[in-house]
């Protein structure tokens, strides 16, 4: 029989503490305490915080205006008609909100796959469009990739802050899984799982079917990106300061990289910058 939790705690220390004591292998896996806030309080401050027509225009930056409200959807603390029905009060056409609701329609929508389908999310829904099949990817995932070890500073930076926080922009997920599975050929499951491990809006339905997406499981094909791809959204903080700006994995046109990621396939479209969650047509 399942015992009683504490929930009453004198400050955020006692707390940490305590669930450090109740979950021990948790603890022993990873350390770090995200400074994410949880409750219905804190939820409904971040919903106030919301601007839809300017989450449209700059949520693929890095320092774009996203709602970071993942957190709170993932675990119930807000429901998509509670944000859905905030957000459209909150405009003067609902025109203003359409990219906004639109992401919350596609959660819905992974929900329902999910509902459908089961354990059948970490199954390939479809065959890779890469060109190589399944047994020429990894299965594991290698440990200069989850200790942000591998001399790329934008995808050891994003690793870090995976760890750190519980956390990653949209874009940086998007990057990271295209590094994984394409550059690296590591199954898309081996990354989903380790998201899953740290994030806190590790959503099993929105988080596979999005791997899948970018793997091209569950796409007509993979989703890739390059350095100008990276400098324009980040604002080149990360390759800046990296050591093999000039001569990284990400150098080169897309029609380049094209041609040195996937030599067995031939494709007849540019792939174009489409968002994590949505993973169907043109986003970015």
């Not at 079917?209 to 989703?223: D, E, I, L």
């Not at 990296?242 to 990621?261: I, P, Q, R, T």
């Amino acid at each position: 029989m399942d015992r009683d939790m504490r929930r009453d705690f004198a400050n955020r220390d006692e707390l940490v503490a305590y669930l450090r004591e109740q979950f021990p292998e948790a603890a022993k896996r990873d350390n770090n305490i995200s400074e994410i806030r949880g409750g219905h309080q804190v939820a409904k401050k971040a919903l106030q915080k919301v601007k839809p027509k300017r989450y449209e225009k700059t949520r693929n930056f890095i320092k774009g205006d996203v709602t970071r409200l993942s957190p709170y959807l993932r675990h119930g603390v807000l429901s998509l008609r509670e944000a859905r029905n905030f957000v459209l009060g909150k405009v003067n056409s609902d025109d203003d909100a359409a990219k906004l609701i639109n992401e919350f329609g596609w959660r819905d929508y992974w929900q329902r796959l999910y509902f459908k389908l089961g354990n059948g999310i970490w199954e390939d829904r479809e065959e890779y469009k890469t060109g190589y099949s399944v047994a020429e990817y990894a299965p594991e995932l290698p440990e200069e990739i989850r200790e942000g070890n591998t001399e790329l500073n934008c995808i050891d930076s994003f690793s870090r802050q995976l760890r750190e926080t519980g956390y990653l922009h949209n874009h940086m997920r998007m990057w990271m899984a295209a590094y994984i599975v394409h550059w690296r050929r590591i199954r898309w499951q081996a990354g989903a799982k380790w998201f899953l491990e740290h994030l806190l809006d590790g959503d099993p339905a929105s988080n596979n079917m999005s791997w899948q997406w970018v793997a091209s499981t569950f796409s007509h094909k993979p989703y890739f990106f390059n350095r100008e791809n990276l400098e324009r959204y980040t604002e080149g903080v990360y390759c800046k300061e990296c050591s093999l700006k000039g001569k990284c994995d990400f150098e080169g046109s897309y029609e380049e990289l094209e041609e040195k990621l996937f030599p067995k396939k031939e494709f007849t479209r540019k792939p174009n910058s489409q968002s994590w969650q949505k993973g169907k047509k043109k986003r970015r």
